[in-house]
């Protein structure tokens, strides 16, 4: 049946995802949304089958093209920042991958706007959220410095890869008193795969930066693939 794949059985169980979500508290995450919404997503479905068992652990996980589906801790993490406790009426999300995260802010935000530059990723994406009845998301297959459309503009943007500065091209679709939220390193620290979380929040004094959680993600490219 459709509901047994989706609540899983064993480590892929309802209970198993409740233990997540219990972890996720004890490691500091405190919006009530974010954590509902991580609930609500199975995360077993994003991954190949051999994998299902670890799905609910917190560690990335291979999703093919030689990326990963980020860690839990990381996605709620990344979700709370933008979030930062508003309600979000659009995201912008750089980086779909396997449609895990994007997944995850369809369940805190009206719409989706979601990027990514690997064409097989772009059709697992939309594999997993159709699987989902997912219908508020807005999935492009492109280049998330250069193929947004001039006239996006949102409330959060999150970037899922890692990058030495923030791309000047998504300033422009950040609304007033939005937020980007970017896995940053310093040229040493890029060399060791290192960034941190930074927060860039639109003030009327300009972007305001925040430097917080050290992570690791791929790095982000241009172009298509």
């Known amino acids: 049946?459709?509901?047994?794949?989706?609540?899983?059985?064993?480590?892929?169980?309802?209970?198993?995802?409740?233990?997540?979500?219990?972890?996720?508290?004890?490691?500091?995450?405190?919006?009530?949304?974010?954590?509902?919404?991580?609930?609500?997503?199975?995360?077993?479905i994003f991954v190949d089958e051999a994998l299902a068992i670890?799905?609910?652990?917190?560690t990335p996980l291979p999703i093919g093209s030689g990326q990963t589906i980020s860690q839990p801790w990381v996605v709620a993490r990344m979700c709370e920042l933008a979030r930062h406790g508003r309600a979000l009426d659009s995201v912008l999300e750089v980086?779909?991958?396997?449609?895990?995260?994007?997944?995850v802010l369809a369940q805190i935000a009206k719409t989706v706007?979601?990027?990514?530059?690997?064409g097989s990723l772009v059709n697992k994406a939309?594999?997993?959220?159709?699987?989902?009845?997912?219908?508020?998301?807005?999935?492009?297959?492109?280049?998330?410095?250069?193929?947004?459309?001039?006239?996006?503009?949102?409330?959060?943007?999150?970037?899922?890869?890692g990058a030495t500065h923030l791309p000047?091209?998504?300033?422009?679709?950040?609304?007033p008193g939005g937020r980007i939220v970017v896995?940053?390193?310093?040229?040493?620290?890029?060399e060791r795969g290192v960034q941190r979380l930074t927060v860039f929040e639109s003030t009327p004094s300009g972007l305001r930066e925040t430097t917080l959680d050290a992570v690791r993600f791929v790095p982000l490219l241009a172009g298509r693939a």
Not at 168 to 175: C, R
Not at 183 to 190: H, K, N
Request: net charge positive; hydrophobic share 35%.
């Open 1 to 44: 049946m459709l509901t047994n794949r989706f609540d899983g059985i064993g480590m892929t169980s309802t209970r198993t995802r409740t233990r997540m979500i219990d972890r996720l508290r004890e490691q500091g995450i405190r919006d009530e949304v974010v954590l509902a919404a991580m609930n609500a997503v199975p995360r077993h």
């Open 54 to 58: 670890r799905a609910y652990e917190d």
């Open 95 to 103: 980086g779909t991958g396997c449609g895990y995260q994007t997944a």
């Open 113 to 118: 706007y979601t990027v990514e530059r690997i």
């Open 126 to 161: 939309r594999r997993n959220l159709q699987a989902l009845k997912v219908g508020n998301v807005r999935l492009k297959h492109g280049d998330g410095g250069s193929d947004l459309g001039e006239d996006l503009v949102v409330d959060a943007i999150i970037v899922a890869a």
């Open 168 to 175: 000047a091209t998504l300033q422009k679709h950040l609304k």
């Open 183 to 190: 896995p940053l390193a310093s040229r040493d620290e890029g």
